[in-house]
């Protein structure tokens, strides 16, 4: 996604590392380049930057505490970051995550895997602009429309509301709640590519029936009293419309097309930020499935040296035994050397310990991991 309006900001404080980057993409990019984690935020509070591309271990204030405070920023949480970083530990990738970065590259690295990443998250930043651009041309259409209407403030509070919404269940709780204030009696199909969902239509009904077969048609049907407004992602059948009031009637028909302009343009940033949870998601799975591959590796490891240490002191304490033996010593002598030999094979014994202490302590950090990828 070559394009030099964008600005991308490369954060080191090895200088062969940003020159590094800025060969690869000067070409593409308008390139922004420091060298330290405060120049990053002093810059951001000056210029607006697409994408940051920041090391994790610098000087001062580290990549992973940049990354937290520009995602707690109201105003530069929208920045994505990528790590490049040469810690390329189970651990500092996880740190990289937590902290909210989009992405995390070891180094050294091959200029594609640069270049593909950067136009992967670009691309995904360019489509929330634009999902931002028709939700504010939605709430301005509302405006428009409603100037006059006493529905106004309700549908305000929708759109405000609706950005809080995080699943197709609240988002429809809230539309709900807001076609109940006009006094209407709804039904709604909500149709997202992770998730078809009928809210208020009972199996096999006349309203399931409307919606299947007019949900990809026309964008306003009316049915006597029912009227059906449709978007891609959403579709709302009104059961009550006043048709013995025509100005209501026409009044609540503007309104109903504003309010689901509105919930298109929620459901379509749903969609996005489904799909960057699932990259997110699929991104510590892979971490996890590594870790518990070394995980087993660890434990043949530590049962092979158990086997084989007890092996040699066995064969070890045979040998000592039968020459002891041969000496001719005093029973007495031989019991004293055969009791020292024990003592020393029991402390050699419970080194085994160590390896079981750093297995179980493994165990714990992967079972972590577990959690935090179901999260």
Avoid: W
């Avoid at 404080?13 to 800025?22: A, F, I, M, V």
């Avoid at 994505?80 to 995550?97: C, I, K, M, N, Q």
């Avoid at 428009?144 to 919404?165: D, K, P, V, W």
């Amino acid at each position: 996604m070559a394009d030099q309006s964008l600005t991308l900001m490369i954060v080191d404080d090895n200088r062969d590392n940003r020159d590094l980057l800025e060969d690869i993409l000067q070409e593409d990019y308008t390139l922004v380049l420091v060298e330290s984690g405060q120049a990053c935020l002093d810059t951001l509070a000056e210029t607006d930057i697409d994408l940051i591309l920041l090391d994790a271990n610098m000087p001062g204030i580290n990549g992973f505490d940049v990354c937290r405070t520009i995602n707690k920023s109201p105003t530069l949480s929208h920045t994505p970051v990528v790590f490049v970083s040469a810690l390329d530990s189970t651990e500092e990738r996880l740190r990289g995550y937590e902290a909210g970065a989009e992405d995390y590259i070891t180094k050294p690295f091959e200029d594609d895997a640069i270049e593909d990443v950067v136009i992967r998250v670009l691309e995904q930043k360019v489509k929330s602009k634009e999902i931002e651009k028709q939700a504010k041309e939605a709430m301005h259409t509302a405006f428009q429309a409603m100037t006059n209407s006493a529905e106004l403030g309700n549908i305000i509070q929708f759109l405000q509301a609706s950005y809080r919404c995080k699943t197709v269940d609240t988002l429809a709780a809230e539309l709900l709640n807001t076609t109940a204030t006009f006094g209407l009696n709804c039904s709604l199909l909500f149709s997202l590519n992770f998730e078809k969902r009928l809210i208020k239509c009972a199996k096999g009904s006349i309203e399931e029936k409307v919606f299947e077969r007019f949900h990809r048609g026309e964008k306003i049907l009316d049915f006597g009293s029912r009227t059906l407004i449709n978007e891609s992602r959403i579709s709302i059948l009104v059961k009550n419309m006043p048709l013995n009031k025509a100005d209501d009637y026409g009044r609540i028909k503007d309104n109903l097309t504003a309010l689901i302009a509105g919930t298109e343009a929620r459901c379509k940033a749903l969609e996005i930020e489904h799909q960057l949870e699932d990259e997110r998601s699929q991104g510590l799975r892979s971490v996890l499935n590594n870790s518990r591959e070394k995980l087993a590796n660890i434990e043949t490891l530590v049962e092979k040296q158990k086997a084989s240490t007890h092996t040699i002191l066995t064969s070890i304490n045979q040998k000592i035994e039968a020459t002891i033996f041969s000496f001719g010593l005093a029973e007495d002598q031989e019991q004293a050397i055969l009791s020292a030999i024990d003592a020393a094979v029991l402390e050699m014994n419970g080194l085994s310990k160590y390896s079981d202490k750093i297995e179980t302590t493994f165990h714990g950090f992967v079972d972590e991991l577990a959690i935090l990828a179901e999260k």
